[in-house]
């Protein structure tokens, strides 16, 4: 099995990668994507209940739709939207699972011990 | 994909957001057990000495000795968040499926495969989350029904059936690939059955169910191919690249086992702390 060594610097620039690639991802979304209904609209219209959709309660938020405030060029303001919504996403997974893990810390801090089970 | 405020009556949004939110605050907890501990007293040394001295630990084949030699500190809680936002963009690119209809992945198969249930389901989470409440994209008071949609259902299915089929298909990177593919369309087709549930019990309009159901499952099956392409290309360069990362012992099924909350810390591997909670079995 092929081994490479991650060390933080390589974990570091794997990330920058891997959001390099998903924000250019976005970008292409804004030229590339489809912009005929998803699966569940065209499911509404076929059966004729699109009707029962509400307006989406925040649909004058700055973001809305993937939208960006303040760009002419809608599929410009795709990708921009989108690379926000992308780093926020990280931010908040790893954000969240850090904040989780020093809540969890104490159960955990003592060293190992071995248990009745284990040294069976 | 996401399901729009006002398709499903008040009772059926309530009670599935009560069920996501009992749903995701378990797999919170569960990912909070299973993260790697980047903190100076859990040194590389304690966690090498207590399993020379646990046996019992070793005889799990292939996995001791690779978390040894790679130490990466903090790698588990990044790696969710990059594919967290792998899954956003990826839900933004809308590939057509049939004529004038269009479909996105939904990434959940994706995620349960390569971190697990209970992170899986806390990346499909954020991002549900987000997409509802910053860009307008699924209702505010359908993001329960859309949270068990597509996080809680697509990755708890999606991590049982994706260790079955790898037993049938073996661990090469075809089978991998086949595997994952399988699993990745039935999540999708799982998704949209969970939609016709709460359509049918709870929907706003009352349909006929065969036309509603042909309809919703045969677009959705589209989708789900695309889906399994997709999740099956991207499994089987990492089963090429970096076999390691989908983890050794997967095949062991420890999946509905507790994490255990004194279990010591462990390997800081990349490896260990995705898969942390698979591999808690051959320890206690």
């Known amino acids: ?120 | 994909m996401h399901i729009p405020d006002g398709f499903l009556g008040v009772p059926m949004s309530l009670g599935m957001g009560l069920i996501a939110a009992g749903a995701v605050s378990f797999a919170l907890r569960q990912a909070a057990l299973e993260q790697p501990l980047p903190s100076p007293e859990d040194s590389f040394e304690d966690s090498f000495q207590d399993s020379s001295g646990n046996v019992s630990a070793l005889s799990s084949p292939g996995f001791s000795s690779l978390a040894r030699e790679e130490l990466s500190i903090e790698a588990g809680a990044p790696v969710a968040g990059l594919l967290a936002a792998f899954v956003f963009a990826a839900q933004m690119l809308n590939f057509p499926v049939a004529a004038g209809t269009s479909g996105h992945l939904i990434g959940a198969a994706l995620t349960a495969v390569l971190i697990g249930p209970s992170l899986g389901i806390v990346c499909m989470t954020i991002v549900v989350v987000l997409q509802a409440f910053v860009f307008a994209d699924g209702g505010l008071t359908a993001v329960g029904a859309n949270l068990i949609n597509l996080a809680v259902i697509p990755v708890l299915a999606s991590t049982v059936l994706f260790r079955l089929l790898r037993r049938v298909t073996g661990r090469s990177p075809y089978g991998v690939s086949l595997a994952a593919a399988i699993t990745a369309t039935v999540s999708v087709l799982l998704a949209a059955t969970a939609f016709f549930i709460e359509f049918s019990l709870g929907g706003s309009v009352s349909l006929d169910t065969a036309s509603f159901a042909q309809s919703l499952f045969g677009i959705h099956l589209l989708i789900g191919l695309g889906e399994g392409a997709a999740t099956a290309a991207i499994i089987g360069t990492i089963a090429k690249t970096r076999p390691d990362l989908l983890g050794d012992s997967l095949s062991q099924d420890c999946f509905l086992e507790d994490s255990n909350r004194t279990a010591p810390p462990r390997q800081m591997s990349l490896e260990a702390g995705l898969f942390r909670g698979e591999k808690s079995k051959g320890r206690r």
């Open chain 1, 1 to 120: 099995m092929k081994k490479r060594k991650l060390t933080s610097r390589t974990v570091r620039h794997c990330l920058l990668g891997g959001l390099g690639i998903c924000i250019a991802l976005a970008f292409l979304s804004g030229f590339f994507s489809s912009s005929a209904p998803d699966g569940l609209e065209r499911v509404a219209i076929d059966e004729g209940f699109t009707q029962a959709a509400h307006e989406h309660a925040l649909s004058k938020s700055p973001l809305s739709g993937y939208s960006s405030p303040g760009i002419e060029d809608e599929k410009t303001g795709t990708g921009i939207a989108g690379a926000i919504g992308i780093l926020a996403s990280f931010a908040a997974v790893w954000g969240l699972l850090r904040v989780l893990s020093w809540r969890a810390r104490p159960a955990r801090s003592h060293p190992p011990r071995l248990t009745p089970e284990s040294q069976k």
